[in-house]
């Protein structure tokens, strides 16, 4: 499969140019391994090396040998490594040493140095259709901020291929697959998050049925002003009951595998407006889209142009 390239590659280069180490960070699937390894000399994949995660433990400075750029890719499976790269790269004086890839944030640690001033972090989320080579890009959402007028040629897309793009999504393992299958594909991904990933990312047991609610809600409740006991009672429904705090520890989790992510709010030209979201932070996560509630191929009567942001669509 030919690498697409992605916005997030000349951001990478200009920071390996400033900075020791970067901390490219997504969730799961979204290439952050793909888009590191085109610019790195070297590598390490520390999920599946059990040799190098074992030397990591024993001998992290000899791991850290090889050509620069090197990718340290799951760091966070040994978080002891950020402090021994801390170190190498104070020692080295030179940019661009490592780029260290994760889909999950480490537990905070008081013994973990902040990094600052060595480590430059940037986050990657799923390709826009710019990236996937199906918009022209001609609208900016900088220009639209700053009052300007949107004006696009035709991208020669028709509505049911545009509505199509939209369940295929932006994950690139998917990009190619037809809508059904990258649905099925997109289902088995929230399927794991839910039933393992949510579990290991912090060892407490969850359950599998109350993230998918949980992740339901959320993205019926983005961009509100929803609270967790608002989120807690739409999860618990007739069924169950699940409190605010067992909430906010499910969202927790999920910001820290990068699922979800909390998005400041943007004020357009300093101005005020009924469509604005007023609190202080917007909860949302990975890309703007539109969500399809009807059939893929009913076009606009099947396509409600309601905003949304999320990493994938939620199935039905």
Not at 119 to 142: A, C, N, Y
Not at 280 to 308: D, I, N, P
Request: hydrophobic share 40%; glycine share 8%; proline share 5%.
């Amino acid at each position: 499969m030919k690498y697409q390239s992605r916005i997030v590659d000349d951001e990478l280069t200009r920071l390996l140019k400033v900075t020791g180490a970067v901390v490219l960070e997504g969730p799961k699937a979204v290439g952050k391994t793909w888009s590191a390894g085109q610019l790195s000399a070297s590598n390490v994949f520390l999920d599946i090396d059990s040799g190098a995660l074992q030397l990591a433990k024993i001998d992290p400075f000899l791991l850290l040998k090889g050509s620069t750029p090197r990718l340290i890719d799951e760091w966070q499976m040994e978080p002891d490594l950020w402090n021994h790269i801390r170190r190498e790269v104070d020692r080295r004086q030179l940019p661009g040493q490592f780029i260290l890839t994760g889909s999950a944030v480490p537990a905070d640690d008081v013994a973990r140095h902040t990094g600052a001033g060595r480590f430059s972090r940037m986050r990657i989320r799923p390709m826009t259709l710019f990236e996937t080579g199906h918009s022209t890009g001609d609208v900016s959402i900088s220009t639209l901020f700053a009052g300007g007028v949107p004006s696009a040629t035709d991208s020669g897309l028709t509505i049911s291929q545009v509505i199509d793009r939209v369940c295929i999504g932006g994950w690139p393992a998917f990009a190619g697959l037809p809508p059904d299958e990258a649905q099925r594909a997109m289902r088995s991904y929230l399927d794991e998050i839910a039933r393992t990933d949510i579990r290991r990312v912090d060892g407490v047991h969850r359950d599998p049925l109350k993230v998918k609610r949980v992740l339901q809600s959320f993205a019926r409740n983005v961009a509100t002003q929803a609270a967790n006991s608002t989120i807690a009672a739409d999860v618990g429904g007739t069924d169950t009951t699940v409190g605010r705090e067992t909430v906010g520890e499910y969202l927790t989790s999920l910001e820290r595998l990068m699922i979800i992510e909390d998005l400041p709010h943007r004020p357009v030209s300093g101005r005020r407006c009924p469509e604005c979201i007023p609190s202080q932070v917007a909860k949302g996560s990975q890309f703007l889209r539109f969500v399809v509630r009807e059939s893929c191929h009913q076009g606009f009567a099947g396509l409600h142009a309601t905003c949304r942001r999320s990493s994938f669509a939620l199935p039905r």
